[in-house]
């Protein structure tokens, strides 16, 4: 493994070559798709944006422009504007780079690893980040602002960290469980207040277009599409989804996983002691990462590109023993590289009906939890990973 690396791979660990990895292997993606026709999330975005600031209905099906019907909420036009109103193969160009390319930057933000635990984060959800902007889907964006909401509330930037969280929701709503957040930080009443201001101003922005009666109908419409949500999806990747393929569960059945994966979470609440140590508000990151994943009844296996990356920072700070160096590319293996090509299809078939990927990241999960509840002080006060050569940044 790349942690205690050799003067031959020490280059693979530095920043720069980080970025030129995932900038190249995406570029490399980027034209195969385009080449291919793998463009019908992309084309959703796009269609309805035109839709959008032609005051159409944009929860209308337009089978002639892209299949799917699209379920994001009515805001999320205004914020792909960027992206959406440039010609067309460059905002995907633009979208997938900026997706992709934050994920990095944002990693190399956070203090007390290392420069080469860093990197190795963003190596182990290369994998991840890639099948997800294969079809231009938006769950490497969400990862990148829950990312950016943690970073924010550590630097004291309330603002920020609200914004981000709210853009988030208004994009997928399950991201509102990385709200759970503000516990860890004090002036908990002024972040309620900036975050309420937050979700007023991005739920307020296709107002730019639409009048307020209009804006109203379209929110309906969301809540209707929402409503409508067929319960678990066939092939769900997620623990709903392994219980469905197994046992063929009820709605309730289904509400029951959900609710036991919300009790088991708040437990992490009830060690407020720790909420000062850096490393235990990383864990309590990690475990937000992975649950969005895990408890999404509609997750898919673009979803896991949230999850890996708080898969990535609990690796590098467990003990880099044998036993660890062992695991981490065998995760990488069997959670990652079986879920795709080259694959045999019969494989992929069985993982996907058995909804078996959600499956290395529940273990993992359930150890960051148990970490968390039974691990004194002093893990939560020292890098575990200190084995690691370099020295972890401070700042």
Partial sequence: MLVNSSPKTAILLKQKTVYIIYFVTLAALNIANVFAGRMNTWNIYRSVFWHFIKHEDIYKPYPAEFGDQYQYSPSFPVLLAPFASLPNYVGYFLWNNVSMLLIPFLIFKFRLFTVKQKAIVCYIGLLEMLVCLQGTQANVMIANLILLSFLSFENKQQWLAAFALAAGIYIKVYPVVAVSLFFLYPDKIKFLFKFFIAMVVLGALPLIIFSPAELVAMYQKWFIVMREDPGVIPGSISLTGVMQA??????????????????????????????????????????????????????????????????????????????????????????????????????????????????????????????????????????????????????
């Fill in 246 to 395: 197994y046992f063929n569960i009820s709605d309730a059945s289904k509400l029951i996983v959900q609710i036991t994966g919300i009790a088991i979470f708040c437990l992490m609440y009830i060690r407020t002691n720790l909420f000062k140590e850096y490393y235990y508000r990383i864990y309590f990151l990690c475990s937000i990462l992975i649950w969005v994943a895990l408890f999404n009844h509609v997750s898919e296996i673009t979803s896991y590109s949230i999850a890996i990356c708080g898969v990535g920072f609990w690796l590098v700070h467990q003990k880099q023993t044998k036993a660890m160096k062992i695991f981490i590319p065998l995760f990488v293996l069997i959670a990652t590289v079986l879920s795709m090509d080259p694959t045999p299809r019969f494989i992929l078939n069985y993982i996907y009906e058995h909804s078996l990927k959600s499956l290395p990241y529940t273990g993992i999960w359930l150890c960051i939890m148990y970490q968390m509840l039974t691990k004194r002080k002093e893990f939560f006060q020292l890098a575990d990973g200190h084995d690691m050569k370099g020295t972890p940044d401070t700042a």
